[in-house]
C-alpha cells in the first residue's frame, strides 16, 4: 500500500497562515474510453486548506501536489463508512431482537447514523487538526 496519497492541483490563494489548493476530483469512469458518449463520467472541484510553509518556492497559480498520510485516508474512510455502518446494524440488529417492529428499528437506526454524522460535524474542528495536508511543489 501506498505510504501517501497525492493529488495534483492549483494553488489559488495563499495568505501567511493557510495556502487555498484546488484539486479536481474524477469519478472512476472517468478514465474510460467512453466516457464522453455515456455521461456518467463527473469531476468536482474541491478547495484544500494546506498551512502556509513560510519557505515556499511556489505562488498562486502554480501547479503544485497535495500530500496526505495514507493512514489518515483509511481513518477517513472508518470515521466515514465503516463506523456509520456499524452504527446502523447494531441498532437495527438490537431493536429487533428486543422485538420492536421492522420500521421502527429501521427508523431508529437511521436516526442513530444521523446523531453520529452530528457528532462527527461536531467534532470538526478537532478532526481538521488530525488530517494535515503538506504541499509538494
Not at 73 to 86: R, S
Not at 87 to 100: C, P, S
Amino acid at each position: 500500500m501506498k505510504e501517501e496519497v497525492k493529488h495534483t492541483g492549483k494553488v489559488v490563494s495563499m495568505n501567511p497562515s493557510q495556502t487555498t489548493v484546488q484539486i479536481v476530483s474524477h469519478s472512476a469512469c472517468s478514465a474510460c474510453h467512453a466516457a464522453g458518449l455515456c455521461g456518467m463520467s463527473e469531476y468536482a472541484e474541491k478547495a484544500i486548506q494546506v498551512p502556509t510553509d513560510p519557505y515556499a518556492s511556489y505562488g498562486v497559480g502554480d501547479e503544485v501536489q497535495v500530500v496526505l498520510k495514507a493512514s489518515m485516508g483509511m481513518k477517513a474512510v472508518w470515521l466515514a463508512y465503516v463506523l456509520p455502518l456499524f452504527v446502523l446494524m447494531a441498532v437495527i440488529l438490537g431493536l429487533i431482537a428486543l422485538g420492536v417492529g421492522e420500521v421502527v428499528s429501521g427508523l431508529a437506526g437511521l436516526g442513530a447514523v444521523g446523531l453520529y454524522y452530528l457528532g462527527l460535524w461536531l467534532l470538526r474542528d478537532r478532526l481538521r487538526n488530525d488530517y494535515v495536508f503538506t504541499i509538494q511543489a
